[in-house]
């Protein structure tokens, strides 16, 4: 039986407590003494025996109270650092200033020994062949942090000391008694440089956009998503590839594992190729003691983004190929084979399909990347959507800028519905904070946003002639509306009427079409017989 003992903190209560216990003929087990509290641990006490007992301890002066309890203080410690230890997903490993095994978590046992031989009293060196019991006391038990093997896997090392030996002597005063060695995976440090990259937690609700087009593309994606394969992100430069790409994560079955993307376009081969696959130890010069694990290694068991993936040079195609297929690959500079289960999204403004066909892209490659597949629409092919993203990116450029957010006016909706938006989403987002930062009203304009599209500069002598009404004789024409003029000067340019209206005819459909992706639904938007507009989609090869 268990119990405590509440008393006062005087000299000799603890001694007069003993002495009882004595007397009772009670074999005390376990003993344990704090400011006011005494717990002592005595098997032979039977429930029926306890009352007896605990009217005579209150004999004692100064003693308050007498409970049963079921576990002693340093038990009840033990066991929350066991829970603690074992809930560790990462190997832990307690060694004493020998080099000895004082204390390994179920995630270090299962590693490194089988539960028939316990790693407990075990040499650290049995199962870990750097850093060696000698490094760790130069060190006194701090080291930094480095790559080791441990069961046959990579680890991130980390190494701090516990305790110091009490001998007496002084050389010994500052000297730890011994280290704890905490083993990092590398995809537990993805899922942490996720955390504090990714903060957005961007889903598909969370992608602005509620145009035919774009629910079309985000209910095809959320069913990909869940598809645990290759996703190829096909779109104009700044349609947004990057959010769909985090948006496909959050949907899968991997959203709780790392998320970690890499753009192939920015930066050379051989940069590329370390940050992708990581270097052995001694690899190049400059590289990292203990070697470096790469985006593959951090993002095992998660997704890995790959933007710009038609950059990639033929070197690099074909170690990534070897990973899609079998999930293996060597670091820079090493020999050890890494397996990894990694799902890849890759994004390209590019042709694939017209680069595998010319040569300039793997075709074997194209073919593992494009399991599935989603393409995103421009800008100018969603205009529905252009208000709800004004609306956002104007209040964000006004909290940037700390003023209150102007207006949009009629005919600055207008003017931003008619420009064609080459650049998408970061084009207009640009123009907008341009000319929400140079503002100087609460009105957001026509005016304003084309001087912020073309960079025209607001002079003294321009102030004075808008004011007087006077034509600004510089001014362009918007994007839209000059593309359209250039499509009916051409279709006036055709040699005859009929001509003409095919091309204004064909224009029409090629962007409707997108929208409306059958001749049903594109006769019954456009009003006319089925059989009319089947007969004009063969004539111009569109939906073929």
């Not at 440090?189 to 079309?216: E, P």
């Not at 000059?482 to 001509?499: G, H, P």
Request: hydrophobic residues 40%.
């Amino acid at each position: 039986m268990r119990f405590e003992i509440r008393g006062e903190n005087r000299l000799g209560i603890t001694r007069d407590v003993i002495n009882v216990l004595t007397d009772q003929g009670l074999d005390i087990r376990t003993f344990e003494v704090t400011t006011h509290h005494i717990y002592a641990d005595i098997p032979a006490i039977r429930p029926e025996r306890f009352p007896a007992l605990a009217s005579a301890l209150k004999k004692i002066p100064g003693i308050f109270d007498i409970t049963e309890i079921d576990r002693l203080p340093t038990e009840r410690r033990r066991a929350q650092l066991h829970a603690t230890l074992a809930a560790l997903g990462d190997p832990v490993i307690a060694v004493d200033a020998n080099g000895l095994i004082a204390q390994a978590n179920p995630a270090a046992q299962a590693i490194s020994a089988t539960p028939e031989k316990p790693l407990r009293d075990q040499d650290i060196s049995s199962i870990l062949g750097e850093p060696s019991i000698e490094d760790l006391r130069q060190g006194g038990f701090r080291l930094p942090e480095r790559e080791v093997v441990l069961g046959g896997q990579t680890y991130l090392l980390q190494v701090e000391p516990i305790g110091h030996v009490d001998d007496g002597s002084d050389a010994s005063d500052d000297a730890p008694w011994g280290g704890v060695m905490v083993f990092h995976r590398p995809a537990r440090l993805g899922r942490v440089i996720t955390a504090l990259q990714d903060r957005s937690h961007t889903g598909f609700d969370d992608i602005i956009g509620t145009s035919r087009a774009m629910l079309r593309v985000k209910s095809q994606a959320e069913r990909l998503a869940a598809i645990d394969a290759p996703i190829l992100i096909l779109g104009e430069t700044c349609t947004g590839k990057e959010l769909f790409a985090r948006a496909c994560h959050r949907a899968s079955a991997r959203a709780d594992q790392p998320f970690l993307a890499l753009n192939c376009a920015a930066m050379p081969e051989g940069l590329a190729e370390s940050e992708l696959f990581g270097y052995a130890a001694g690899a190049f010069t400059s590289a990292r003691r203990g070697g470096k694990p790469g985006l593959l290694e951090l993002a095992d068991g998660g997704t890995l983004f790959l933007d710009e993936i038609g950059e990639l040079t033929p070197y690099l195609q074909a170690k990534l190929l070897r990973v899609l297929q079998d999930g293996r690959f060597r670091r820079v500079g090493g020999t050890d084979e890494i397996t990894v289960d990694v799902r890849v999204i890759s994004a390209t403004n590019r042709d694939l399909e017209a680069m595998s066909h010319d040569g300039t892209f793997r075709e074997d490659l194209y073919f593992r990347l494009n399991v599935l597949g989603i393409t995103l629409p421009p800008l100018r092919d969603r205009v529905e959507d252009i208000a709800d993203l004004a609306t956002v990116f104007i209040d964000r450029t006004a909290q940037q800028t700390e003023r209150t957010p102007p207006r949009l006016a009629r005919d600055g909706l207008e003017w931003l519905c008619r420009h064609d938006w080459p650049g998408n989403v970061r084009e207009l987002e640009n123009t907008l904070f341009r000319a929400v930062a140079l503002l100087d009203g609460d009105v957001l304009g026509a005016r304003d946003l084309a001087d912020a599209a073309t960079g025209t500069a607001i002079t003294p002598e321009r102030d004075a002639q808008q004011a007087h009404g006077a034509p600004d004789s510089g001014e362009a024409p918007p994007a839209g509306e000059s593309k359209q003029a250039d499509l009916i000067a051409t279709a006036l340019a055709q040699s005859d009427f009929n001509s003409g209206m095919e091309l204004l005819e064909r224009e029409m459909l090629t962007r409707l079409y997108p929208d409306y992706p059958s001749s049903r639904k594109l006769a019954k938007r456009l009003g006319v017989s089925h059989t009319s507009i089947a007969n004009k989609l063969r004539k111009y090869g569109i939906g073929t």
